[in-house]
């Protein structure tokens, strides 16, 4: 699929499971075998403890062998209702480190979220090897895309509704 000339994969994840206590929820996909995409996936709301310099409502793992050494991606309101967007990133291995002793890291791949109910299914677009890093232009590329491919119908569910019981136990 495309926005614009850019190409997109896509796959839709369902719920498996929720974790109240560490406020997650597990989704699986059993439709997608493109390696970008993992079989399952953790969304988590964001408990504040991220060195990011934006402001992410959670957080989307992707599980390739170990949740512990999982790809992740911040994910912020977009001016659109219940669509996230993120990058997937790299690490920038150079003789410099950030102030935590770690590498620096770049955005490499734009990831789109949409849902209708966070807490029952995702779709995740991910343009590969392409990012947006100024905002204005960033948000254009957002709007176009919902309105090309949106799987949103005429009511979407206010974000801040959803999963109440996730979020009420996330302390915010």
């Known amino acids: 699929m495309n926005t614009g000339n850019i190409q997109f994969k896509r796959a839709t994840y369902l719920q498996t499971g929720t ?22 996936i953790r969304l988590e709301l964001d408990n504040g403890f991220h060195d990011r310099s934006r402001y992410f409502d959670y957080w989307l793992y992707f599980k390739y062998d170990k949740w512990y050494n999982s790809a992740k991606t911040g994910l ?71 309105k090309k491919h949106n799987i949103i119908k005429k009511e979407p569910l206010d974000s801040s509704l959803i999963c109440s019981n996730v979020r009420n136990n996330g302390q915010r």
């Open 19 to 40: 974790n109240q206590k560490r406020t997650t929820i597990d989704y699986e996909t059993k439709f997608n075998n493109d390696p970008l995409f993992s079989k399952t």
């Open 76 to 146: 912020a309101n977009t001016n659109i209702k219940n669509v996230f967007e993120g990058n997937i990133t790299r690490e920038l291995n150079l003789t410099t480190k950030n102030h935590k002793g770690r590498n620096f890291e770049t955005p490499q791949h734009l990831v789109i979220i949409q849902s209708t109910n966070i807490c029952k299914s995702l779709t995740i677009d991910i343009f590969k090897d392409f990012y947006i890093c100024k905002k204005e232009i960033l948000k254009h590329f957002i709007v176009d895309h919902i």
